[in-house]
Nanobody, 124 residues
């Protein structure tokens, strides 16, 4: 199973950026998928989660209204649209598959397969 995150880079505050997570080895249409991030010197934190069909999504309060998670089950890919990013959004962003037996979605242990991460740097 591989999750390949891409789309990171340098973006100006107030701009936009779209991250992609291409998955191979499993069919994601059965699973919830999430995005996490880890800033330098900080713990990994939940950003967003989308259910298996794309009908429900959840966000950390810090990104609600600015970020949007989406999925294309045909392309086996998950996206994170980052609008109006702020310097404090600077982090390595990781995509992950939610564990089939997980009862929650905001903790790292609710996920089993992880991508390698893509760095997002937001300049002020």
């Amino acid at each position: 199973v591989q999750l390949q995150a891409s789309g990171g880079g340098l973006v100006q505050a107030g701009g936009s950026l779209r991250l992609s997570c291409a998955v191979s080895g499993i069919t994601i249409s059965r699973y919830g998928m999430g995005w996490f991030r880890q800033a330098p010197g900080k713990e990994r934190e939940f950003v967003a989660r989308i259910n298996y069909s794309g009908g429900q999504s959840y966000y950390a309060e810090s990104v609600k209204g600015r970020f949007s998670i989406a999925r294309d089950n045909v392309k086996n890919t998950v996206y994170l649209q980052m609008n109006s990013p702020k310097p404090e959004d600077t982090a390595v962003y990781y995509c992950a598959r939610q564990r089939p037996d997980s009862g929650g979605y905001i903790k790292s242990w609710d996920y089993d397969y992880w991508g390698q991460g893509t760095l997002v740097t937001v300049s002020s």
